[in-house]
C-alpha cells in the first residue's frame, strides 16, 4: 500500500489567496484526521471524518478553515483567507475502525503564508 | 482536563547507551496509549501502543514502554541507543470509550551523539 498520501508537500502563498490542501487516506480506512503541527502549539487535531461525514470538527480554528471528503479516497482541507499565522505542517492520517485502531499519518504539507 | 506531559523537551544521549522519555497523562477513563516517532520532514509513525493486558509492550525499533497506572506514566525505553534514533518522539492518548480524538504531547527531541 502507498500510505497516506498528501499533496503539495510544500505550498507557499501570500496573505489572502485561498489554500487548498490534499488527502487521499489508505484504502480501506473508514477514518480520516486532519492535524496541524506548529512549535508553539504542538500537534493539534482539527477535524476527523468517519465514512465521509465530519464528526468533530472542534478543533478548526476559525471559519476560514473547512473539510471536506466528497468520498472514501479523497479529503481536502481549505483555508479562505489564508494569514500568516496560519504558517504550519498539516498533516492527514487515516485508520480503520477509529479508537483503538492506528493512525497512520502522511508526510504533511509544509505551508508558509506570507 | 486530559492531557499529556512530556517533561523533557530536548534529550541527549550517547550512542549505545540506555534511554528513557517520559511521558506522564491526565484522563479521566482508561486510556489506551500510544508512541509515535517523527523523523525530520516526515510523517508520524508508531511505535507501540497499550490498550490492556501486559503492562510491558514492545514495539518496533528496539523500543518498549512500562503502563503504570498507579503514576498515570507511560514510559518510552530503549536498552541501546543507536544513531538512527534520533528524532522526535510523541506521546498520545485516546478513549477507549468511544472518542477518537487523539490527544498528543508536546513532543521530546532525542539527538544521539557519536
Known amino acids: 500500500d502507498a500510505g497516506v498520501i498528501q499533496s503539495p508537500r510544500h505550498e507557499v502563498t501570500e496573505m489572502g489567496q485561498e489554500v487548498t490542501l490534499r488527502c487521499k487516506p489508505i484504502?480501506?480506512?473508514?477514518?480520516l484526521f486532519w492535524y496541524r503541527q506548529t512549535m508553539m502549539r504542538g500537534l493539534e487535531l482539527l477535524i476527523y471524518?468517519?465514512?465521509?461525514?465530519?464528526?468533530?470538527d472542534s478543533g478548526m480554528p476559525e471559519d476560514r478553515f473547512s473539510a471536506k471528503m466528497p468520498n472514501a479516497s479523497f479529503s481536502t482541507l481549505k483555508i479562505q483567507p489564508s494569514e500568516p499565522r496560519d504558517s504550519a505542517v498539516y498533516f492527514c492520517?487515516?485508520?480503520?475502525?477509529?479508537?483503538?485502531?492506528?493512525?497512520?499519518f502522511g508526510p504533511g504539507t509544509r505551508l508558509l503564508v506570507l | 482536563a486530559q492531557s499529556v506531559t512530556q517533561p523533557d523537551i530536548h534529550i541527549t544521549v550517547s550512542e549505545g547507551a540506555s534511554l528513557e522519555l517520559r511521558c506522564n497523562y491526565s484522563y479521566g477513563a482508561t486510556p489506551y496509549l500510544f508512541w509515535y516517532v517523527q523523523s525530520p520532514g516526515q510523517g508520524l509513525q508508531l511505535l507501540l501502543k497499550?490498550?490492556?493486558?501486559?503492562?510491558l509492550v514492545q514495539g518496533i525499533k528496539g523500543f518498549e514502554a512500562e503502563f503504570k497506572r498507579s503514576q498515570s506514566s507511560f514510559n518510552l525505553r530503549k536498552p541501546s541507543v543507536h544513531w538512527s534514533d534520533a528524532a522526535e518522539y510523541f506521546c498520545a492518548v485516546a478513549g477507549a470509550s468511544g472518542t477518537y480524538k487523539y490527544i498528543f504531547g508536546t513532543g521530546t527531541r532525542l539527538k544521539v551523539l557519536a
Open positions: 492520517a487515516s485508520t480503520l475502525g477509529g479508537g483503538a485502531g492506528t493512525q497512520y
Open positions: 484504502s480501506g480506512h473508514d477514518y
Open positions: 471524518f468517519n465514512n465521509n461525514v465530519p464528526i468533530d
Open positions: 497499550y490498550f490492556s493486558g501486559d503492562t
